[in-house]
């Protein structure tokens, strides 16, 4: 069979389920004169530059779909779709597609918490072990992913904020090397998935049942860094899960469809596609050496059966009309439709720049620039990128909001993280320019 061929290094699940942390939307748009580009929103807008990209993955058939939605404000967005659900099918995708959403499920999660914040029910700065007593005296690693036996103690409490923005010193088997990484495998602390299929390198570790099982094998392992003191991508997201849970008193999973999905009109993002949308389904596909392969094929794909847990830091599915009436949400500052979802100040707050003031970025993804409630921040954007391919942000200055779909994984097969804020980037000068 054709996926032997994924046994190489780049097809591992390291690589696979990492690319969504490189980069976000906002990132590239930091060089841009948004304070003058906010007015550009009130001409016709000409993506001619996203159009150009969407149309020549497809037609080169380097993906089997393609859609990005972009909206002014709180107006309905323009969908530039082409291809279909997958390589030579029939159904072409449109904004009620479905993808997997992988790492764009954090930005979500922060919210959550953020709404729990804004009620009293959490504290930005609050040390989880008020809620998880597991959590009240941990070790750290003496060397980043060296022994699991030469500990030192935390030097301060792990904290809501450090979760968010990933420096509670928390690992992930994506990211950690040596004992550490095994550990968290064979502890089952795996919070995302691929596939059904025994795709050699892929590691199929056997994931917990349950978040707070989740939580408290996460809490007798060391963390690798000393909470607040870097930004290190983590399981922090999944963990804020279960804090989730015993703040609001509410399975995590209903928290989001009851406190945001419903009432944000998001009737299509679920941890299990339902067999009556898998008509709806994308297929998720491996690159090799420049060729799609199929790797998750809607039908038999692994999001249609119940995941262990709810993943908050990747276990989302998703469709571009469904994220973008997140984004609509967030640029609204928490009202959609007339209907608030989120207080503002929850909002303004959750897309801030949220990173402890101990907490350096050097040498990090996300290096000179600030995280905010699961999100990367920059210079008035706020948002971040999924491992197969997707993209969102929203940019509160220029009044814009941003979402590209598609599916192949790894993510860094293809500079699309980087190429389609680029794009959007290039069409709001162009804009700015015929303003002028």
Do not use: C
């Not at 942390?21 to 060089?31: F, I, R, S």
């Not at 404000?73 to 449109?94: E, F, H």
């Not at 608030?340 to 990090?364: C, D, H, I, K, Q």
């Not at 620039?369 to 197969?388: E, I, K, M, N, S």
């Amino acid at each position: 069979m054709a996926y032997r061929t994924f046994d190489t290094p780049q097809m591992s699940r390291r690589a696979l389920l990492r690319g969504g942390a490189w980069l976000t939307a906002g990132a590239a748009l930091a060089g841009s004169p948004m304070g003058r580009l906010a007015a550009a929103r009130e001409y016709a807008a000409n993506w001619r530059n996203v159009t150009a990209m969407v149309d020549s993955y497809v037609s080169e058939r380097k993906v089997a779909n393609m859609i990005a939605a972009l909206g002014w404000g709180r107006q309905d967005p323009l969908y530039i779709a082409r291809g279909t659900l997958a390589l030579g099918g029939p159904s072409k995708v449109d904004a009620d597609s479905l993808y997997r959403i992988y790492s764009m499920t954090k930005p979500i999660t922060g919210m959550a918490a953020m709404m729990l914040i804004d009620e009293g029910r959490l504290g930005l700065d609050q040390p989880i072990a008020e809620l998880l007593p597991a959590y009240e005296n941990m070790q750290v690693q003496r060397t980043y992913d060296g022994s699991l036996t030469d500990l030192v103690p935390a030097e301060r409490p792990i904290t809501v904020r450090q979760l968010l923005t990933h420096t509670a010193g928390l690992g992930y088997n994506i990211v950690q090397k040596g004992p550490i990484s095994a550990a968290y495998t064979e502890q089952g602390l795996i919070p995302g998935q691929v596939s059904r299929l025994p795709i050699p390198g892929l590691g199929r570790g056997q994931a917990v049942t349950g978040l707070d099982t989740f939580a408290d094998r996460l809490a007798k392992l060391p963390l690798v860094l000393q909470p607040g003191t870097k930004w290190s991508y983590s399981v922090g997201l999944d963990l804020l899960g279960r804090v989730i849970e015993v703040a609001s008193g509410m399975a995590f999973d209903e928290f989001l469809h009851t406190q945001i999905f419903e009432p944000a009109g998001m009737t299509s993002t679920f941890f299990t596609v339902p067999e009556s949308d898998v008509a709806r389904f994308t297929t998720n596909y491996g690159i090799m050496n420049n060729t799609p392969l199929p790797m998750d094929p809607a039908r038999a794909s692994i999001y249609l059966d119940e995941p262990p847990f709810p993943f908050g830091g990747a276990g989302l599915v998703s469709s571009a009309r469904d994220y973008d009436r997140f984004l609509t949400m967030l640029l609204g500052y928490g009202m959609i439709d007339g209907k608030r979802v989120m207080g503002e100040l929850a909002v303004r707050v959750g897309t801030s720049n949220l990173l402890p003031a101990t907490a350096t970025t050097e040498g990090t993804w996300v290096e000179g620039q600030g995280f905010g409630a699961g999100g990367r921040v920059t210079d008035g954007a706020y948002g971040w990128g999924g491992a197969a391919g997707t993209v969102a942000f929203v940019n509160f200055k220029a009044g814009l909001r941003a979402t590209l779909m598609t599916q192949y994984m790894p993510s860094e097969a293809y500079p699309i993280h980087t190429g389609f804020p680029a794009a959007v980037g290039k069409d709001l000068a162009a804009m700015q320019a015929a303003q002028a």
